[in-house]
């Protein structure tokens, strides 16, 4: 299997040198990589003229509707992809991991990005600021997709996983993707970039994949253009150093070496579910995908007086895993990507093992079930304990990247802060306890130094989704040794893809440009009532003045009896007395939003076909018995759906006949489009 590179809208493979990837389990060649030929500037060139430009053309929810097409293409298609990765020593388990946790990273984006996202092509951020005494200037911060290339380099353990999870915040942004994938899993990678192009899902140029070398493609950066890389700390250094980086400002999102934690506190002593939890998670994480995840456990930090009863539990559960050829039934771990890597995992061992000793498993004696054991890339699961972490180092700076962890014992929280701290940055930590007040301690203590704390106990022990699984909704990455970077965490990774820029002018123009009505902006009103529009007929700043209606003590008294909702506030004068809020007996928030429904609601059988929500509520003045009030309805903004309908938000207030503002709230509602 020669691989081929998929640029300009074409597969190809015009390098004349080839390298040979090998099989993790049997060190037979499975497939051919050539490196060198592309021209990467009319790559990317490619991707700015053709792919980007179509994408941008998309709203965010046509996007997401790729996406979910792509993740519906693929799952039809994942045995290919389990079998592909076999080779790279991964098993069943492990590839579930990878093949449908991208998949469903695809899903998660494209059912957020429908939800989370307007139907537009551009991002509202944040809140109108009026910059203006008067009221005629304001700011509104708005995002737009930049114009370049998504540029992601993928570390070798997860082809799949690291391609789509990269994959999806970008084009949900309206960004085209130049995926790198690591040479020695790439034929898994290159498999699952066939299954895309195949499926025509994507516009052309929105994707193109480099396999092998990527030459002098930094050289072609720009500014507009966004670099993510997974893999070595060496690497991500050596790139982050180029000079385009540097002069043109180019974004570089960096996930690579993380020395994890995992940290048993004092109350989770052995007999304690929490226990328990701890060494399950610790021997999961030793061992799925034999320990080459960068979000893996390689510290297990525990009370001194545990440590012995945490090293017979681990070497009790460990010693269970069957070590082999991993399509074979019952074998539980696989080897590590090739021979290089088992080199270079003992390597690091060897410089651990300077400072900590291994309690469990030997490199040079253990069993291999269905292969090879020299020639698959086969190591144990090893244990080690390091018994002063606090003057150790290469403990909590040397990543060996297998199945290898070390236990260190520490005596009273501030220690086990100190030690988790001590990796200079993490992409997580998990924490074992089912005392809050521990818990706050831990969070408050190593929290700077890490991206995602997992806070495992007995509580959520079932559903709970692991030490080392990033989820899509929430941040993957960390600070210092980490990498700095921050990808996924829901609507946030698409951002990194996007530009905010600081929009100020009056509100009229700002309205206009952003099509969404803002406070000062001129208003229409018709005499038709707003509800009596079809979606598309509605206009933005569309408005409805109601009439007036004053609240009676009745009504309070009436209101409070209906619903139960007897509050002080609003049944005894004399319970309000200096009270800082109310002076005197008022109505309930909840009536006056009732009322407003009353005032401003057109009942009528028309286009308006649901209420469904309501946003922002602010209760700003309250109203006594004897005062009148009237509502303001704005048409703000609108988000076609479908065929049938559309969103349409609307701007309310509700006032005093003075012209106080009672109320302020977002109402949303689904409105029929035209027949
Ligand atoms: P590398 O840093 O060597 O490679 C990562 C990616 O960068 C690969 O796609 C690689 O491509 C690419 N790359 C390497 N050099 C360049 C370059 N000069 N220009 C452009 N792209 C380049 O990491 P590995 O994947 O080989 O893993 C090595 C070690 O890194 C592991 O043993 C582990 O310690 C650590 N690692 C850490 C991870 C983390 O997030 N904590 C994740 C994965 C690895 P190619 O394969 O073609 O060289």
Redesign the pocket.
């Known amino acids: 299997m020669r691989l081929e590179s998929f640029v300009r809208g074409s597969w190809m493979s015009p390098g004349q040198e080839l390298a040979e990837i090998y099989s993790a389990v049997t060190g037979d060649v499975v497939a051919q990589v050539a490196n060198g030929g592309l021209d990467m500037g009319e790559v990317l060139a490619y991707a700015r003229q053709v792919g980007g430009p179509a994408l941008r053309k998309l709203t965010f929810h046509q996007r997401a509707e790729l996406l979910k097409r792509i993740a519906i293409h693929l799952s039809e298609r994942k045995d290919q992809l389990y079998t592909l990765s076999y080779q790279t020593g991964t098993t069943r388990s492990d590839n579930f991991i990878d093949v449908d946790g991208g998949i469903g990273t695809l899903f998660v984006y494209a059912s957020k990005g429908r939800r989370e996202l307007p139907n537009a092509t551009f991002l509202l951020d944040g809140a109108v600021e009026p910059l203006s005494k008067g009221g005629s200037f304001v700011g509104q911060h708005v995002m737009t997709p930049l114009n370049g290339v998504a540029v992601h380099?993928?570390?070798?353990?997860f082809p799949c996983w690291g391609m789509l999870e990269k994959l999806a915040p970008a084009i949900l942004a309206g960004v085209p993707v130049v995926t790198?994938?690591?040479?020695?899993t790439s034929y898994v990678a290159h498999a699952l970039v066939r299954m895309i192009v195949e499926s025509r899902i994507l516009p052309e140029g929105a994707l193109q994949c480099i396999v092998?070398?990527?030459g002098d493609l930094?050289d072609h950066l720009t500014c507009q253009d966004v670099v993510s890389?997974?893999?070595?700390a060496?690497?991500?250094q050596?790139?982050q150093r180029h000079p385009v980086i540097a002069r043109e400002s180019v974004r570089f999102i960096a996930?690579?070496?993380?020395l994890n934690a995992a940290i048993l506190a004092p109350d989770a002593g052995p007999g304690t579910p929490e226990f328990d939890l701890f060494i399950k998670e610790v021997a999961k994480e030793m061992t799925v995908k034999a320990g080459q995840k960068?979000t893996a456990i390689r510290r297990a930090i525990a009370p001194n007086a545990h440590v012995p009863a945490v090293i017979e539990a681990l070497g009790e559960r460990l010693s269970k895993i069957k070590v082999g050829n991993p399509e074979l039934e019952g074998v539980r771990m696989g080897p590590v990507v090739g021979l290089g890597?088992r080199r270079?995992v003992l390597a690091q061992v060897a410089k651990l093992r300077t400072e900590a000793n291994i309690v469990v498993g030997d490199p040079d004696n253990f069993t291999v079930e269905g292969a090879d054991r020299e020639r698959g890339a086969f190591i144990p699961p090893l244990l080690l304990h390091c018994p002063d972490p606090i003057r150790a180092n290469n403990v909590h700076s040397v990543?060996a990247?297998g199945p290898v962890c070390t236990v260190m014992g520490y005596d009273g929280l501030d220690q086990a802060v100190a030690l988790a701290n001590r990796s200079d940055g993490s992409?997580v930590a998990s924490l074992y306890t089912y005392d809050p007040a521990t818990a706050a301690d831990l969070v408050f203590g190593v929290g700077a130094f890490h991206g995602r704390l997992v806070l495992i106990d007995r509580d959520c022990a079932k559903e709970q989704t692991g030490h080392g699984s990033p989820m899509p909704h929430m941040v993957h990455g960390g600070p210092g040794r980490?990498g700095g970077g921050e990808e996924l965490g829901g609507m946030r990774g698409v951002h990194h893809y996007m530009q905010r820029t600081a929009l100020q002018g009056s509100p009229a123009m700002l309205s206009r440009v952003t099509q969404s009505w803002i406070k000062g902006a001129p208003t229409i009103e018709e005499e038709r009532h707003p509800f009596r529009y079809y979606f598309e007929d509605l206009a933005i700043g569309q408005t409805f003045m109601s009439k007036e209606r004053t609240i009676t003590l009745e009504d309070i008294e009436h209101f409070a009896e209906f619903t139960g909702d007897t509050f002080y506030a609003h049944m005894s004068e004399e319970a309000t007395k200096n009270h800082p809020f109310f002076p005197g007996r008022v109505a309930h928030g909840y009536l006056l939003l009732s009322f407003a429904a009353g005032l401003f609601v057109d009942p009528d059988l028309g286009p308006v076909l649901a209420n469904y929500g309501l946003d922002s509520l602010r209760f700003i003045k309250p109203v006594q018995p004897g005062e009148t009030i009237r509502v303001r309805l704005t048409t703000k903004s609108k988000s076609p759906r479908n065929e049938q309908y559309g969103e349409v938000r609307w701007d309310v207030e509700i006032m005093t006949d003075k012209g106080e503002t009672v109320a302020t709230y977002e109402l949303l509602t689904m409105n029929a489009v035209r027949p």
């Open positions: 380099i993928n570390a070798f353990n790198k994938p690591a040479t020695i092998g070398s990527t930094f890389f997974t893999g070595s060496d690497t991500a050596k790139l996930e690579r070496d993380s960068c890597q270079d990543e990247f992409l980490a």
